[in-house]
């Protein structure tokens, strides 16, 4: 019976004042998974034209997208996509959390990537931005990249978008 009213609904997506479905409202989602190899320790990557890319296949207009990443030693950010920024940021975090000596740091028991820990914290996890009319609603200079900061292995971005 639901199934059917809301069949009906697909057909007139109309405020209905029998089930009180305002099919305007529904929303619609979308998930997917960026993958990166990224053959160095450290690297930032623009993955603006991904997300854009994932934003078409939803066919979402208006809503929200959000692009993190799915490990604790990379970051997703929104800066400009300059490469003397880049350089100058690589050498920032290198200042702050120095990959070597590996030994200074606690967590480095076994591992060797607490400066990438460290390093993500700072450059954050996620970003997320407005859907506009079917675009990413940026400043004139806004990108978004995937900050690795240790690589050489396969590591995930999720893109999960929210709309109608
Ligand atoms: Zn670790």
């Not at 609904?9 to 409202?25: S, W």
């Not at 619609?28 to 993958?35: A, D, G, H, I, Q």
Request: negative net charge; proline residues 3%.
């Amino acid at each position: 019976m639901f199934l059917s009213h809301l069949g009906m609904h697909l057909q007139l997506p109309l405020l209905c004042f029998a089930c009180r479905l305002d099919m305007m409202t529904i929303m619609k989602s979308y998930r997917k998974e960026l993958w990166f190899d990224i053959p160095t320790r450290r690297a930032f990557i623009n993955i603006t034209q991904k997300v854009e890319e994932c934003l078409r296949e939803s066919g979402i207009r208006e809503g929200l997208v959000l692009v993190n990443a799915m490990h604790i030693t990379a970051s997703v950010f929104v800066n400009d996509d300059e490469s003397g920024l880049h350089h100058d940021f690589d050498l920032w975090l290198e200042k702050l959390a120095p990959h070597e000596p590996v030994s200074q740091y606690s967590h480095n028991s076994g591992e060797d990537n607490a400066d990438g820990h460290l390093k993500r914290q700072i450059m954050g996890r996620e970003v997320v931005a407005a859907i506009t009319n079917g675009r990413l609603d940026f400043g004139p200079w806004e990108q978004i990249f995937y900050g690795e900061f240790d690589g050489r292995r396969k590591k995930r971005v999720l893109v999960k978008i929210i709309g109608e």
